[in-house]
């Protein structure tokens, strides 16, 4: 059998058990084929970068699956004919991750490199700004002869 990561978007005016209704319908769907679910990590509520099916948000959801190729292709299929479901994307991995995935990680201050602070002064802290009084004053504009 094969090792997958599946993730799923779900419509956001779904509410928890419900998207973890339809995590137990597909779970049922790789498991009648053969298959084994693995680590289930609920990413949360989460804005979308476009709007999709005229959703600004969804559900996130990341599944590891054990399973026959076969079982994959039937729960996509099942996906795709749900209305519940905006986007999913399975990937065939080599060997799943240990521990949490990278959105489910706790970011640290020390870790993001330095603060603004730290790093001097900005771009355009260029010291201070001369009076405009201290230019030079215009030349004067001659008439052009295009007609105003």
Do not use: C
Request: a neutral charge.
């Amino acid at each position: 059998m094969a090792l997958y990561e599946h993730v799923f978007l779900a419509r956001q005016d779904l509410s928890a058990q419900q998207v973890d209704a339809l995590l137990e319908q597909y779970k049922g769907v790789i498991e009648k084929g053969g298959g084994t679910i693995g680590r289930v990590e609920n990413w949360g509520l989460k804005s979308l970068a476009y709007r999709i099916k005229k959703n600004r948000k969804a559900y996130f959801t990341l599944v590891d699956i054990d399973a026959p190729a076969d079982a994959v292709k039937e729960m996509e299929r099942q996906m795709g004919l749900s209305e519940d479901v905006l986007r999913f994307m399975t990937v065939r991995v080599d060997a799943h991750e240990e521990g949490p995935s990278a959105m489910m990680q706790r970011r640290d201050d020390r870790d993001r490199g330095p603060r603004r602070d730290d790093r001097g002064p900005r771009r355009d802290d260029r010291g201070p700004r001369r009076d405009h009084d201290d230019r030079p004053p215009r030349p004067p504009r001659e008439a052009s002869e295009g007609g105003q």
